[in-house]
Every structure is written in C-alpha cells, then in structure tokens.
C-alpha cells in the first residue's frame, strides 16, 4: 500500500448536526468563544462555520424535521483539505470506498468550493474540501 498523502492532507472542519440550531450557534460562539467565519441557508437548511483557530472550523449544520440522531452520534463528517478534489475522489474510489457526493463545486457567501464525500470502511463519512479561503 503506497503511503502517499492525499493532495494536500491535513484537517479542515468537522461537522455536527445541531437539534437546537439557535442554542447550539450560542454555546459554540458566546459560550466557548469562536467566531463565525461563514454562514449561508435559512430555517432547517442554516449551516454556519466556526473558527476554532489554526484553519481548523467547526461546521454547525441545522437539522431537517425528521433527522433521527443517534443520542451522542451528532457528528456528521470530517472534512480533509484538498488542492484537488476529483483527484482526491479517484483515489479513494480505487481502494473501493463508497462515493456518495461526486466532486462538484458550489457556492458559499460569493465563494466557490469544491467538495466530495465518499464512506470509510466502517461507513464513515469523509469529505474533500477544496478552497483557501475558507
């Protein structure tokens, strides 16, 4: 198994599904302090990104009416920094992981991202996360 790192590697965001969106935004940025680097989507859609510092974010998802959450399982995925995307969705579709988002680009706040996830072999949830700006 070749031990070459994935484009550029390291830890982007995490992200956490929010039952109380409103409470949980508190905590996060009065509570224990981290601003709010981004955020996009209305009602049961809002998702906000959280400096925690160093590059690292925390993505605050709202849930959708009938999410069911796994009492202590709100975490949703971990994103990866990537400097390329669909090569990055290549490579973990040839060790045989379940793609589940295609790389496509979207929008936030004038920015465009690149994104894709895929499943780890334990069905994890992983994300490639391409944008230095974000």
């Given at each position: 198994?070749?031990?070459?790192?994935?484009?550029?590697g390291g830890f982007h965001h995490i992200a956490l599904r929010a039952r109380n969106f409103d409470k949980?935004?508190?905590?996060?940025?009065?509570?224990?302090?981290?601003?709010i680097a981004h955020s996009w989507g209305e009602g049961e859609k809002r998702i906000a990104l959280l400096d925690l510092g160093d590059g690292n974010y925390l993505e605050l998802f709202a849930c959708t009416e009938g999410t069911e959450i796994i009492?202590?399982?709100q975490f949703f995925h971990v994103a990866l920094r990537s400097t390329d995307v669909d090569t990055d969705i290549e490579k973990v579709?040839?060790?045989?992981?379940?793609?589940?988002?295609?790389?496509k680009s979207v929008d936030v706040n004038g920015k465009t991202i690149?994104?894709?996830?895929?499943?780890g072999p334990d069905k994890e949830t992983w994300e490639f996360f391409q944008n230095d700006e974000l």
């Open positions: 198994m070749s031990t070459s790192r994935f484009s550029q949980s935004l508190a905590f996060y940025t009065e509570g224990m302090g981290f601003p009492e202590g399982n579709r040839e060790l045989g992981c379940t793609i589940t988002i295609e790389p690149r994104v894709g996830f895929f499943l």
